[in-house]
């Protein structure tokens, strides 16, 4: 059994406010409905309810065989569909639906799988991928994607959108099978649809007068990621050619000239720097340019998001500026370490906090408009301190020091990553929300 209780909630954006004082108690099973025109803010109440953007004001409580569920584990028993969510569309239909159930800590029913894909006609081409699929298609498997694991409550927001006459058919039929043991809610102006609630909450007179460990959520979030960067590439070359054309830019300004292990030190870093700065922003601004943010809050929770964008990140530089070393060390007689130890030390430090701080960074660049200039513009005061302490290090190691005489450095680097990684999971909820 299901309850949702809603007690004066309320949604604001800036001044206008979009509904005001919603109080329902809905106890399923059953089929429940959420009325009102174009503008009313059904769309935005769903999105509240589901925890994909926050309430202003008042209060959400969901319960499921007896126990109330916290935000944070509510995304695992909540099923979601509309016409604005988008899927992956470089993932077949089972690849999504696979991602969809495995980052909630479950494993993918194949049966049950089947059975939906079966249903909405789409069997035969579940191993194809989601952009060979006709806007109806694609809609069918966004139903499918509400229903696939298991959850206590589905919301559907304008299901029937794109879809044919036997489309809406199939959906109508799935759900009221489905009512007869959970909470479903269509969130619709639809006649027909609202014919087959139990109970309807009309919201236009809200308008203004005027489980799995953590851990394991997140791998499959860097699995997908890594996936769609080997499929697509497009991280992979940028970060590639950047790190080609830095490391020739600076043969050929150097020349014959003979330069010092200092400088030599110093430009290790420079090309690292601005070779992630070409890359690793993609973490968020792909997800907000394909439109499939919306289904990451759907199916993982802020510190999953979070924590599967920096695995993939950490991977991607730890890779790219292994190369660059590599090259570098080969290239420059005058890069030579004396302290390989220290210096090992410090390069994986220093890439831990290129990844945490490029990683959140990226998501705060990825809700801007400008997200070509604003990244290295945030990028460089946040990373200078960190650039300034892998230089002195460096040069150091370079000179064969002994640890303790660059011990304070060191400690500041270590405190560079404490505080980097703190601040990043304390913000990264408002941000990723709002």
């Known amino acids: 059994m299901t309850k949702l209780l809603l007690t004066k909630l309320t949604k604001t954006f800036e001044r206008r406010v979009i509904f005001k004082d919603i109080n329902l108690e809905w106890d399923g099973p059953g089929l429940f409905g959420i009325a009102g025109p174009n503008g009313s803010g059904k769309s935005t109440l769903v999105k509240v309810v589901t925890g994909l953007i926050s309430a202003t004001a008042g209060e959400i409580t969901i319960e499921t065989a007896g126990k109330k569920l916290s935000p ?162 497009y991280a992979i070359n940028a970060l590639a050619m950047f790190i080609i054309v830095t490391i020739s830019v600076i043969m050929f300004a150097i020349g014959q000239e003979t330069i010092s292990a200092a400088l030599a030190s110093g430009l290790l870093w420079v090309v690292i720097f601005f070779s992630a700065m070409s890359g690793l922003s993609r973490a968020f601004v792909s997800e907000e340019e394909r439109g499939t943010s919306l289904l990451l809050q759907l199916v993982a929770s802020p510190t999953v998001v979070l924590t599967g964008k920096l695995f993939y990140n950490l991977i991607l530089v730890f890779a790219m500026n292994m190369v660059i070393l590599v090259l570098y060390s080969a290239l420059f007689d005058a890069f030579v370490l004396k302290n390989v130890f220290i210096f090992f030390f410090s390069f994986v430090l220093g890439n831990t906090g290129l990844a945490f701080a490029s990683t959140i960074i990226a998501s705060i660049i990825a809700k801007a408009n400008s997200k070509g200039t604003l990244y290295p513009v945030l990028s460089f005061p946040i990373l200078l301190p960190l650039l300034l302490m892998l230089v002195e290090i460096t040069k150091r190691c370079s000179e064969g020091v002994k640890f303790e005489d660059i011990a304070p450095e060191f400690f500041a680097l270590v405190s560079y990553n404490v505080v980097i990684a703190a601040v990043s999971y304390m913000l990264f909820d408002f941000i990723w929300k709002e």
Not at 84 to 106: C, H, M, P, S, W
Not at 108 to 121: G, I, N
Not at 125 to 148: E, W
Not at 153 to 172: C, F, H, R, S, W
């Open 72 to 233: 944070s584990t509510a995304i695992d028993h909540i099923g979601f569909a509309s016409p604005y969510l988008t899927l992956y569309d470089e993932f077949t239909a089972k690849e999504n639906l696979e991602f969809a159930v495995n980052i909630r800590g479950q494993q993918l029913d194949e049966a049950k799988m089947d059975q939906l894909l079966e249903h909405f006609s789409l069997l035969k081409r579940k191993n194809d991928f989601v952009k060979a699929y006709s806007s109806g298609m694609k809609q069918r498997l966004k139903i499918i994607f509400a229903f696939i694991h298991n959850p206590a409550m589905i919301i559907l927001d304008e299901p029937t959108a794109n879809l044919d006459a036997e489309g809406k058919q199939k959906v109508y039929d799935l759900v009221k099978q489905t009512a007869k043991e959970k909470m479903v809610i269509f969130a619709t102006n639809e006649e027909e649809e609202l014919a087959m609630c139990d109970e309807i909450i009309k919201i236009l007179s809200y308008q203004p007068a005027g489980g799995i460990k953590m851990f394991r959520r997140a791998l499959w979030l860097f699995n997908k990621d890594l996936t769609s960067e080997l499929r697509t590439r």
